[in-house]
């Protein structure tokens, strides 16, 4: 069975040209696909819409009055249609929010997302760099990333990668204390940072492979963000327990080094998310695909 407006394409093609043969090959179609479209329209309407035999063939009467309705139908079907794809078009217009906490490539990131999206100039971004978890639904969030459990099935989520902490420190601060022996050792001879709970106002606690943790009982610097907990590790005044994402490319080049490395610990994912709703903005769903991409690209391992 044929779409409707399918088969009224076909009859007003034949209407026009007379010819079965011709209107196939200015639709594309096989001629049978045409005779069996106009045999299915004409069982539809419960009337007859050609005479033909085998020298020509001629628009009944009935034909006559139908072909300018069915014209008529399918110029406006078309503009309906035309209207969908303005509201579409328009849909790459606005504003897409999203949350994220402070990650070393922000910038990186930021960059690569904007520069992907030179082409939507009408698509304004919204960008919230916090360790404050904000509820995507309660604010009207558009897109999340966050590292932590993934969340439930009220979320589109995408993975990026496995994220877990690593003690780190600068070589100068392991030159003049010495590599802890242990953790009982690193918990009372060293200079621990400790990263305060935006959500709660505690401090988190340090969390270890071996089912150990800790609170760092007197922290020698106590930061809000972890862009300044990596700062004081890396002028030599910490002792800091860090996500491996922030720590990498430090490790790398040398300006700081991993300390008790059997006692890394990974129990969590960085992954990308939004709500489930059944009309996605065409913009939210281009932003949350190039963050998806850009994210395992800049995390990959």
Known sequence: MLDKLDALKIFCTAAQTLKFREAATQLGLAPQQVTRGIAELESQLGEMLFLRNTRQIKLTPFGQ???????R???ESEALFSEGQRRNEQ??????RITLPPLFENRDIICQLLHQLSDYPEIAIEWHNTGRHLNIIDEQI??????????????IVKTIR??????VAAPALIQRLGEPADLKAL???????ALSNSNSGRIWPWQFANDNSFFPANPAFVAFDIDSELAAALAGRT??????????????????V???????????????FRPHLPLLPARVRLVFDLLTQILREHFAH
């Open 162 to 167: 496995p994220v877990g902490v690593q003690i």
């Open 142 to 155: 558009d897109i999340g990333i966050r590292i932590g459990a993934v969340p439930d099935n009220r979320y």
């Open 187 to 193: 918990q009372l001879h060293y200079p621990l940072s």
């Open 239 to 256: 002792v800091s327990q860090l996500a491996d994402i922030t720590v990498r490319p430090f490790l790398q080049r040398g300006e700081l």
């Open 258 to 272: 991993n300390l008790l490395p059997a006692l890394n610990y990974q129990p969590w994912q960085l992954y990308i």
């Open 73 to 75: 139908l399918l110029v």
């Open 65 to 71: 009055q139908f072909w300018p309705k069915a014209e």
């Open 91 to 96: 849909s790459m217009a606005g504003k897409v």
